[in-house]
């Protein structure tokens, strides 16, 4: 399974942006798909996930600012980003995973930087 991301860049303050994240494989093998984030000298962190069944939860940093869209058909997973603010410069991963003979299975893209200025 690969994840490749792409959409990152610099923004102003303020400006938005949308990451997006095309998958090898099927999306319905997938219980989980979603996009976290590590600043420097931080831990990586969760900004957004969609759970199979139609459940998404967002952190809370990001909570009203941040949409995470799903396509089945394309195998993407998008985040539209707005009102972005210098702290949320990172970089950004997409992440997928499976539920398989009850054992979790995670997959990472290689990440993609977005810079946020002041």
């Known amino acids: 399974v690969r994840l490749v991301e792409s959409g990152g860049g610099l923004v102003q303050s303020g400006g938005s942006l949308r990451l997006s994240c095309t998958v090898s494989?099927?999306?319905?093998?997938?219980?989980?798909m979603g996009w976290y984030r590590q600043a420097q000298g931080k831990e990586r962190e969760l900004v957004a996930v969609?759970?199979?069944?139609?459940?998404?939860t967002y952190g809370d940093s990001v909570k009203g600012r941040f949409t995470i869209f799903v396509d089945m058909n394309k195998n993407t997973v998008s985040l539209q980003m707005t009102s972005l603010k210098p702290e949320d410069t990172a970089i950004y991963y997409c992440?997928?995973?499976?539920?398989?003979?009850?054992?979790?299975?995670?997959?990472w893209g290689q990440g993609t930087r977005v810079t946020v200025s002041s």
């Open positions: 992440h997928a995973e499976q539920f398989y003979c009850g054992d979790y299975y995670p997959y």
């Open positions: 494989a099927s999306m319905h093998s997938f219980n989980a």
């Open positions: 969609a759970i199979s069944g139609g459940t998404t």
